[in-house]
């Protein structure tokens, strides 16, 4: 019932930039928070960084300083800027929403994944 868009993601040199955007879509009644989650290869599943409707946000230490997130609520959008990547940057970033498709039921709802890459 719930949609994840995500685009953004690519090949990037370490150091370099990229600008992730995640647009859900769908029987939304209200959105509590969105966010971003990364998956590496042979790792778990880690947090990234979240953000509440409220724009409260939560970011991991490991990208603290060089990762932003935004949003934009009319447009049930989240961003995620990432500065001066590195090689452990690398995984396949999951956008993440949280809320409700009715008063009576609540979606966590996960994007397909968009693979970041960062080598020379």
């Known amino acids: 019932q719930v949609q994840l868009v995500e685009s953004g993601g690519g090949l990037v040199q370490p150091g370099g930039s990229l600008s992730l955007s995640c647009a859900a879509s769908?029987?939304?009644?209200?959105?509590?928070?969105m966010g971003w989650y990364r998956r590496a290869p042979g790792k778990q599943r880690e947090l990234v960084s979240t953000?509440?409707?409220?724009?409260?946000?939560n970011v991991a230490d490991s990208v603290k300083g060089r990762f932003t997130i935004s949003s934009d609520n009319a447009k049930k959008t989240v961003y995620l800027q990432m500065n001066s990547l590195k090689p452990e940057d690398a995984a396949v970033y999951y956008c993440y929403a949280d809320g409700l498709t009715t008063i009576w039921h609540r979606f966590p709802s996960w994007g397909q994944g968009t693979q970041v890459t960062v080598s020379s």
């Open positions: 769908g029987n939304i009644r209200s959105i509590n928070a």
């Open positions: 953000i509440t409707i409220g724009g409260s946000t």
